[in-house]
Each structure stands twice: as C-alpha cells, then as structure tokens.
C-alpha cells in the first residue's frame, strides 16, 4: 500500500497558502473541479516538485441504485491519468435518486447522503463499486460519510458494512475519522466499535475536519479548527495501525497559512505517540476468514462473491439483483423527495431530523448557488437567500448546482421578478447568456399561468407560444 504521509486538502483559495506549507506530502483536490486539459497552475507546481495529488470525487454516487454513469467514471479516470495519481477516492453514499428506475423525474440531492446498510443495499453497492474499479486506470478507495439521518431498516453496524464491502470488492478504505465523531454525536455511534469491525489493512489514507455543535447536532462543516474528539478518533485508529496517509481538509472559512501548519502539528503530534503493532484479525457477522483486502481490486475476489452471504442465491442473480435495484430506487427517491420537494416523511424515519436536515440542503444549495453564480444574488435583487430557501422546500436539484441557479433565475422570471423592470431585464439577460433561448416573455408567463389553473384549455394556448422568446418586461 502505498506511503502518503500528511497531506492537505488543495482549494483555490489556499493554493498559495499550501505551496508555501513545510512538510505536506501529498494533496487531495476535489475531483470535479479540475479540468484534465487545463489543470490549475497551483497543481502543476506542486507535480513537479514530486507532491503527490489525489483526486477526490463527490458525484459518482456509488451507494445508489442506479449503475455508475459511464461518462462521470471516464471524467474522474481522465483526472486521474491527467495528475499521475497512485489512487482516486469517492464516497459510500448515494446523491441522486429517481429516473427510469421509479418512472419519476431525476432529483439531485447535492449533497452526500446514506446509504440504508441491508444486505440488499450491499449487494447493488458492490456491484457498482466493481463497475467503477474496472473502470479506473487506478486504485479506488471509498470513505465513509457523516449523517444526521439513519434508516430504519439497517441490518449491519457501520464497521459491519465497510467490512463486507472490503471483502468483496478489495476497495480501499478512506475513514474519515471527524466522520465518525460526527456520527457519534447525531446517531449515537461509538468510533471505537466502527474501528474495532474494520480490515485495518485495507485502510488507504485518514481524513481529519473540524465541525462544530449546534443545539445537539453536530455539523460537519469543513471550516473550523479540528477539535479534540475528532484527535481523539484518530489516536484510537494510530494505536491500532499506522495510516498510510493522513489528510486535513478545510473548506470554508479559510484561515492563514500559520493556522493550517499550526493544525498539521498537531495532527502530527497525534499520530507521534501511537505505536501500531501489526493490523489486529477482525470477522464479520458471517465468520472469520476475510482474504486481504488491498485499495482499488489488488484484493478483489479474495473474500466472498456478492450474493454468498446469508440467505443470497449465489453471485450469478440478475434476477435478485434487478429486485434490490428497484427496492433501493423506490426508498432512495422517496427519502429525497422528502427532503428536497417536502413530500411525506417515510415510514420509520424521524420527522424531526428529516426536517433539520432537508433545512441544510437547502441552505447548501443557497450557498452553493451564490458562490457558483455570484452574479445572481445581486440580479435577483433584495431578499435572495429567502427567495431561494422558499424556492428549495418544494423544488429539487436537477442538475447540479449551476444548473440550479439557472432554474431559480427561471422561476424568478416566471413569477414576475424582480419587481422592477429593468432589474427583471438585466436578469433575463443573464438566463439567456447562460441557458441559450431566452426566458419566457410576460404574454407567455400569463397562458402558462392560465393553463395551470384552468382558464384557457393548452390548445389555445399553443398559438402564441412563439413569444416564449420575448424578454419579459
């Protein structure tokens, strides 16, 4: 396996900060926001002064129910190939839900969430998870992610679930160590459990962040200083086996170079005391016997096939596989829709938590949408954040988060805002530079609103729809 050493997370508001740091081996840089031909200059320098660069995906959405898109796994190969990367690393989530599965419209979650651990779940996870090895020109590793929801139906422990996985595929694993923490506080998870049911082998590398705790909760925010149970975390998984790579991220609020190197000292002063003996056996709930697990399929085939476990049918099921795809599309689409279109709440989940966590979609998506288009919140006049939160209760992602600024844009039009007119304008004039034909002018606004509530049957409508060109005015 190969040595990382301790790295920092590379954003484009720290890549001066981090060239200038001492002692980083290696960086991790968010996978979709590098382009292969055109690779950011920061990047570049640090290549060729031998600093390793891993590319760290967040959209593959292997935990879902459909199977990995062909085109997101040649983007992430390409990066891969484009930064001479040892490894590539994604997450055990799922992020979009609906489609031909469910016959329902595509929704984006824009955000990592979890996925139910059933042996269901399991099994379309891992198929998935050796579509995407097969389709990397390197080792894939897959991190466990922090949630504030659990589903009702889980049948495995955490630490049960990454071993399965690792068994079956040989993928490497990326623990995320403030993760853990962040679990403990939401959903009463002990790390110490996690860690004790894991292949310590097949570990790749740690993530180390900081977060913060609001009225019980436990936000895994990426802008604050890393606080002590988080450290804690990672010395109890120091003691048990040295890390190959351990990785700070930060990704918001971003501090002088002075605090970084100060966070990275003490990462370093965490591990300094821990002295690993050798990688301790662990079993899982269907016996001992796991084969060695190495990242990215080194290992593959050394545990069981999918489909031997407890009551499976052998690995050669399409029929059982086809069953638990769909089973998993229904529950995934209907956790989000919940979420995200403020459908009911799913049997068996917390209302309650549900509802603290469909706010913080929408918040992200606020955030994420004025940074992805500054220009909007000023176009959309005063009131943006309000507009937009009221806009997300009912309304998911479909697309991406550009995508989403250009459907908020839309829906401001087609609601006659901004109020004043020239304001409205120079909106329009942003959609249409950004989306090709241009908004719907106020003619074509009032036939839809007609049609929608009955007082012009679509027929009549049809004639005048070539004023879906005009501005609106």
Not at 76 to 98: D, K, N, Q, T, Y
Not at 168 to 186: E, K, M, P, Q, S
Request: hydrophobic share 40%; glycine share 12%; aromatic share 4%.
């Amino acid at each position: 396996m190969k040595h990382l050493g301790i790295g920092i997370g590379w954003r484009p508001e720290i890549a001066g900060a981090v060239e200038e740091l001492d002692g980083v081996d290696w960086v991790e840089a968010v996978a979709e926001n590098i382009c292969p031909g055109h690779l950011p200059e920061g990047l570049v320098r640090l290549r060729e002064r031998g600093i390793a660069v891993v590319p760290h995906g967040v959209s593959l959405g292997l935990g879902g129910a459909d199977r990995p898109d062909a085109g997101r796994l040649a983007d992430l190969a390409a990066r891969a190939e484009a930064l001479g990367s040892p490894l590539v690393s994604e997450h055990i989530a799922f992020v979009r839900a609906g489609g031909p599965l469910t016959a329902s419209p595509r929704m984006e979650a824009g955000h990592l969430l979890p996925v139910p651990r059933t042996r269901d779940a399991l099994r379309v996870l891992c198929e998935n998870v050796r579509v995407a090895q097969d389709a990397l020109p390197v080792p894939l590793v897959l991190e466990n992610i922090a949630a504030l929801i659990a589903w009702p139906e889980d049948e495995l422990t955490e630490g049960e679930f990454l071993a399965e996985l690792v068994e079956r595929t040989g993928v490497g694993l990326l623990i995320d160590v403030a993760n853990l923490h962040t679990n403990r506080v939401n959903r009463g998870e002990d790390p110490a459990k996690v860690l004790d049911a894991l292949p310590l082998e097949a570990i790749a590398y740690v993530h180390v962040a900081g977060g913060v705790e609001r009225d019980g909760v436990w936000h895994d925010t990426h802008a604050h200083p890393v606080p002590r149970p988080v450290l804690d975390v990672l010395a109890d998984l120091a003691a048990r086996v040295a890390p190959p790579g351990v990785l700070l991220e930060r990704d918001e609020a971003f501090p002088p170079a002075a605090h970084l190197s100060a966070e990275l000292d003490l990462i370093r002063a965490t591990l300094a005391p821990a002295r690993p003996g050798p990688p301790r056996s662990t079993t899982t709930s269907a016996g001992p016997g796991r084969g060695a697990a190495a990242p990215g399929g080194a290992g593959r085939g050394a545990g069981r096939e999918d489909g031997a476990e407890q009551g499976g049918t052998g690995p050669g099921d399409p029929a059982r596989s086809a069953r638990a795809r769909e089973c998993l599309a229904l529950t995934q689409t209907a956790l989000l829709s919940a979420l995200t279109a403020g459908t009911p709440v799913p049997a068996g989940f917390d209302g309650r938590r549900l509802r603290v966590q469909a706010r913080a979609l929408a918040a992200k998506r606020a955030d994420v949408v004025a940074k992805v288009a500054p220009e909007l919140p000023a176009l959309a006049g005063d009131g943006f954040r309000e507009a937009f939160l009221a806009y997300a209760r009912s309304r998911p992602m479909r697309g991406g988060y550009r995508q989403d600024a250009l459907d908020f844009a839309r829906h401001l039009l087609d609601s006659g805002r901004p109020d004043d007119a020239r304001a409205r304008r120079a909106l329009a004039r942003w959609w249409k530079d950004r989306a090709g034909p241009r908004p719907p002018g106020r003619t074509t606004r009032l036939l839809r609103t007609l049609v929608r509530t009955g007082g012009i049957t679509p027929g009549a409508a049809a004639g005048p729809a070539n004023e879906a060109g005009t501005q609106g005015s």
